[in-house]
């Protein structure tokens, strides 16, 4: 009989190996492995090649650090991380180390071989907020590359600089853009000064135009 996509699962809590284990097999899944810490995981994907990899973020030893290390040696496995919760950082990290999706603990276990098949597929399994994310930090990357070339007599931004720039670009407020970054109005018009100065623009208008690369 021909098996299915083979699985690892790594996470330190037994009980929740067994609901995933289970689940992947009822979808058609081989699990190849089954460990408890980030260590034993970058072994057994050396000993075992898997298909997907189904790594817990907060196990011993680092689920980020597992997908850096067997998504660098073994980039054909899809890595998908399990999480407690749908923090974005922790997500963002997982995501830039390579994984392509996730799977909330606690969500109904017949949704793990969906998720399975999707990223095996090729696709991302992602929550919306962090695609959304995603799309900002890709945004904000560029614009530092595009502006960081141009910036006159050697200026640097500060990162808060930066996030101010990119805040403004994105069309807010000094009000919107002091509740985004969580420091008062006056704070952020300080920052937007310092900007202005080292753009050697009169107004934000201006520093608009150069992050746009208008005339």
């Given at each position: 009989m021909?098996?299915?996509?083979?699985?690892?699962?790594?996470?330190?809590?037994?009980?929740?190996?067994?609901?995933?284990?289970?689940a992947?097999?009822?979808?058609?899944?081989?699990?190849?492995?089954?460990?408890?810490?980030?260590?034993?995981?970058?072994?057994?994907?050396?000993?075992?090649r898997p298909?997907?990899?189904?790594?817990?973020?907060?196990?011993?030893?680092?689920?980020?650090?597992?997908?850096?290390?067997?998504?660098?040696?073994?980039?054909?496995?899809?890595?998908?991380?399990?999480?407690?919760?749908?923090?974005?950082?922790?997500?963002f990290?997982?995501?830039?180390?390579?994984?392509?999706?996730?799977v909330?603990?606690?969500?109904?276990?017949?949704?793990?071989?969906?998720?399975?098949?999707?990223?095996?597929?090729?696709?991302?399994?992602?929550?919306?907020?962090?695609?959304?994310?995603?799309?900002q930090?890709?945004?904000?990357?560029?614009?530092?590359?595009?502006?960081g070339?141009?910036?006159?007599?050697?200026?640097r931004?500060?990162?808060?600089?930066?996030?101010?720039?990119?805040?403004?670009?994105?069309?807010?407020?000094?009000?919107?853009?002091?509740?985004?970054?969580?420091?008062?109005?006056?704070?952020?018009?300080?920052?937007?000064?310092?900007?202005?100065?080292?753009?050697?623009?009169d107004?934000r208008?201006?520093?608009?135009?150069?992050?746009?690369?208008?005339?």
């Amino acid at each position: 009989m021909t098996s299915g996509p083979s699985v690892l699962i790594a996470d330190d809590h037994a009980a929740t190996r067994a609901v995933v284990r289970r689940a992947v097999q009822d979808g058609g899944f081989l699990v190849c492995a089954d460990v408890a810490d980030a260590d034993a995981a970058i072994r057994a994907a050396r000993e075992t090649r898997p298909d997907v990899a189904l790594l817990d973020v907060r196990m011993p030893g680092g689920g980020i650090r597992a997908a850096e290390v067997i998504g660098a040696e073994q980039p054909e496995v899809s890595i998908v991380m399990l999480t407690v919760s749908a923090d974005d950082d922790d997500l963002f990290s997982a995501l830039s180390a390579g994984a392509s999706g996730y799977v909330l603990k606690g969500q109904d276990p017949a949704t793990v071989p969906q998720i399975l098949h999707l990223v095996l597929s090729g696709e991302a399994a992602l929550p919306r907020s962090l695609v959304k994310r995603f799309a900002q930090e890709y945004r904000a990357r560029d614009l530092r590359q595009r502006l960081g070339a141009r910036l006159p007599g050697g200026a640097r931004l500060t990162p808060r600089e930066w996030e101010v720039l990119e805040l403004l670009n994105e069309g807010l407020g000094t009000a919107e853009i002091g509740r985004r970054l969580f420091v008062a109005e006056v704070t952020i018009r300080t920052h937007l000064l310092a900007i202005m100065r080292k753009l050697q623009v009169d107004d934000r208008a201006g520093a608009l135009r150069l992050v746009r690369g208008e005339s």
